[in-house]
């Protein structure tokens, strides 16, 4: 196996998808980058919405902290069972801390990670509520980088990108998606990403809730590290030149 797919296994395996956080222990973790930029797996283990536990988006939390250490973002994810949805309800934990690191690190974008079915007919799914979390130019700038990665709108099944339709990252008024929070409450950039199973989970982890196993397409989750890490540079070259903060177009930025 390729070493990114071992170590992305490694640190899955620390994740706890279904255990609660021991003693001294939260239900989330931080690991600090260098970047402007931060990369969240809020549903990274299982979580509780309405009293029922809904099951993690495996391999979210290890994406999040392999992309972190290959890109220098900083990676916040959920590694232990929640009593609460941090994608639901507002005023939870890990939005808390949300609004603590993009204060004190002065992040100026966040890529919210999620993880959906293999039966989905595409392999990514943008969620950017319909263009209201992000300025126009990150949006383009992001799509522009799934192009240079290989994934577009009409792409073939696992290259698809399904853009603001099956996900849009603000699912009707009552549900505070991170991207909502980040972006309308916070004002700061985010977008909402949805990898299919066959983009993430190298092989189902023992302690899993979904009892069949599965492997997804070793290729393909290459593929995706290699988009996340380029997203991260692109978006983080972006927010650094003056430029696009005052709003002019921007042409200096490069794809790796
Ligand atoms: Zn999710």
Known sequence: ?????????????????????????????????????????????????????KEEDDFTAGLARLCAELSGAHALYAWRKSSTDP????????KHALREIIRRYDIRFVLDLHGCAAYRDFGIALGSMRGESLPPDYRRLILKVLHHYG??????WLSRVDVDRTFTGG???RQETVTRFV?????????????????RVVRR??????????????????RTIHLLVGLVRAVARYASIDGVIKGKPNKIVELD
């Open 1 to 53: 196996m390729n070493d990114w797919l071992q170590r992305l296994v490694a640190l899955e395996s620390e994740v706890e998808y279904k255990s609660p956080p021991r003693r001294g222990e939260g239900e989330f973790c931080f690991q600090p980058g260098n970047l402007a930029v931060l990369i969240s797996a809020p549903h990274g283990a299982a979580h509780t919405r309405h009293g029922r536990l």
């Open 87 to 94: 994608n639901y309800y507002p005023d939870v934990p890990y």
């Open 151 to 156: 994934f577009r709108s009409g792409g073939g």
């Open 171 to 173: 699912n009707g008024s």
């Open 183 to 199: 972006s309308q409450c916070l004002g700061v950039a985010a977008v909402q990403i949805e990898l299919n199973s066959y983009l």
């Open 205 to 222: 982890l023992p302690q899993a809730s979904e009892r069949d196993p599965f492997e997804g397409d070793p290729l393909m989750i290459e």
